[in-house]
């Protein structure tokens, strides 16, 4: 199985833009088998899915985020990225990147996460 | 889709059973997953379509259930089985949705 490794700043302002990557090793993001996406879990609470994507270039959020969410892959580095608009506090969250079977939307593998705080 | 998790914390000692349960607010089929998520580790598949273990998943970790009434079971537990058991519903993709979590306490 791949391994996946999220990176990003670890502090954010209100109001600003949170990017992060997802570096795969051990597979290619360009299997048509997979979609590549992200999950979070929010202090003292569980897990939201925020979305996925295809190689295809198929994208599919989460409605409640869709207006503030990008998800994009750059095939050369092997790596896919988060980015999430307009953050406030409510966005601060362990942040963990996944890989999805295609047509089967369980996350079958799982980056250990990072932790994004949005405070000024 | 809600998915509601019970109960919120289980303890229990090694070799008993662990009983998780997971209920949906609807039907799902069998469009459900498990997973364990241990401190500071990346969250692990255990089950998926309700009652497959995923590769590598030992055989005393059972899923049952159908329509929206699911179960997770741990036969005999062992030291590291201690974690946070979340369910994962995939039938309304997609708006995948998790529930609260189960902390399984040895």
């Known amino acids: 199985q791949p391994q996946l490794q999220e990176s990003g700043p670890g502090l954010v302002k209100p109001s600003e833009t949170l990017s992060l990557t997802c570096t795969v090793s051990?597979?290619?993001?360009?299997?048509?088998?997979?979609?590549w996406g992200w999950v979070r879990q929010s202090p003292g609470k569980g897990l939201e899915w925020i979305g996925a994507?295809?190689?295809?270039?198929?994208?599919y959020y989460n409605p409640s985020l869709r207006s503030r969410v990008t998800i994009s892959a750059d095939t050369s580095k092997n790596h896919f990225s988060l980015t999430l608009t307009s953050l406030t506090a409510a966005d601060t969250a362990v942040y963990f990147c996944?890989?999805?079977?295609?047509?089967?939307?369980?996350?079958?593998?799982w980056g250990r996460g990072t932790t994004v705080t949005v405070s000024s | 889709i809600v998915l509601t998790q019970s109960p919120a914390t289980l303890s229990l000692s090694p070799g008993e059973r662990a009983t998780l349960s997971c209920r949906a607010s609807?039907?799902?089929?069998?469009?459900l997953a498990w997973y364990q998520h241990r401190p500071g580790r990346a969250p692990r598949l255990l089950i998926f379509?309700?009652?497959n273990r995923a590769a590598g998943i030992p055989a005393r970790f059972s899923g049952g259930g159908s329509g929206a009434d699911f179960t997770l079971t741990i036969t005999s537990l062992e030291p590291e089985d201690f974690g946070v058991y979340y369910c994962?519903?995939?039938?309304?993709?997609?708006?995948?949705?998790f529930g609260g979590g189960t902390k399984v306490e040895i």
């Open positions: 996944a890989r999805l079977p295609y047509y089967h939307y369980y996350v079958d593998v």
């Open positions: 379509d309700a009652s």
């Open positions: 609807q039907s799902i089929h069998t469009d």
């Open positions: 994507r295809h190689y295809s270039g198929s994208t």
């Open positions: 051990g597979g290619s993001i360009t299997i048509r088998s997979f979609y």
């Open positions: 994962q519903q995939y039938s309304d993709w997609p708006s995948l949705t």
